[in-house]
């Protein structure tokens, strides 16, 4: 399946196959980041540790998984609503949607949900099994699951995955057993430039174009430092010795965060690569706002 987009701008959602039965669903603004995201870098906090030349897009993501049941992972953001729902009808066909998977609620992960149950009405909404905040959200008849619970969608299992780092609270991710897909919500993403060519693309794509280790390791960190607060308080020994229990649990072949280029070939390669990311961010958080550990 080739790359498909439907609407434009700020609804723009482009689909993806990334193996036959697993379809990446993308927002990338194009041509509009430079509206958006030429000041970027510059706007942050010890900004001289960022690629700060660099024109940016940060995009939303959703997954759709297709076995003999289907399953979507997130649902973008309502901006992107008519679009999502045409990219979903397009790979669906006649096939129901099953399940909608939230990740957390917030807008770029949930908030499509009621026009999704509108448009699918059988289809069963998937929270963590924690708290009692979900009828804030109009979720109070989400099945809750636990750590742990798998999913049979006939051909493949999805396994509920306790959330490493989270910036919102009520937090899962994912874990496809069958194609060792990992889906890490808010964690480990890069940046790419529009510009040049590479919004909808996968990481090693990219790779082959120029997008170097050194510049994965800045978007790895700026994005930590951007989503994760708390890191002022982190004890990066036991955050490495977390990362690694992760990849020993989880045979990982494909590795897709919600905001990043998804990571197709290789994963074991980057695991140092996320670790380092998580350390500077760490330290540039304590740089700038003193540390308290």
């Not at 979900?134 to 619970?149: D, I, M, T």
């Not at 910036?167 to 993403?189: C, K, M, N, P, V």
């Not at 790419?192 to 794509?205: I, K, Q, S, T, V």
């Not at 174009?209 to 020994?237: C, I, M």
Request: aromatic share 12%; charged share 20%.
């Amino acid at each position: 399946m080739t790359t498909l987009v439907f609407g434009e701008g700020l609804e723009r959602v482009a689909v993806r196959a990334i193996t036959p039965g697993i379809y990446w669903i993308t927002h990338c603004l194009g041509d509009l980041a430079k509206d958006y995201y030429t000041h970027y870098f510059a706007s942050l906090p010890n900004a001289e540790a960022y690629s700060g030349h660099r024109v940016v897009d940060y995009p939303f993501s959703a997954f759709l998984i297709r076995g003999q049941r289907t399953m979507l992972i997130d649902t973008i953001a309502p901006r992107q609503q008519a679009s999502l729902l045409q990219a979903l009808e397009h790979i669906l066909g006649e096939q129901p949607l099953d399940y909608i998977f939230i990740s957390h609620v917030e807008l770029p992960h949930a908030g499509n949900t009621p026009a999704l149950q509108r448009r699918y009405p059988a289809a069963r909404v998937l929270a963590i099994d924690e708290g009692e905040q979900y009828a804030l959200h109009a979720l109070e008849n989400a099945r809750l699951v636990a750590v742990g619970e798998v999913i049979d969608l006939g051909g493949y299992a999805l396994e509920i995955v306790d959330a490493l780092f989270v910036d919102h609270g009520l937090s899962q991710w994912a874990y496809e057993r069958t194609t060792g897909f990992l889906f890490t919500a808010d964690w480990a993403h890069n940046l790419h430039e529009p510009a040049r060519g590479e919004c909808f693309l996968f990481l090693d794509e990219m790779e082959a174009q120029g997008y170097s280790r050194q510049l994965h390791l800045d978007d790895l960190k700026v994005n930590a430092w951007y989503q994760f607060p708390w890191l002022k308080w982190s004890d990066t020994e036991r955050m490495t010795q977390a990362i690694d229990q992760l990849f020993q649990t989880y045979d990982v072949k494909i590795l897709a965060p919600s905001h990043g280029n998804i990571i197709r070939q290789n994963v074991p390669h980057y695991v140092s690569l996320l670790k380092e990311g998580m350390k500077q961010a760490v330290a540039m958080y304590q740089e700038v706002h003193g540390d308290s550990q």
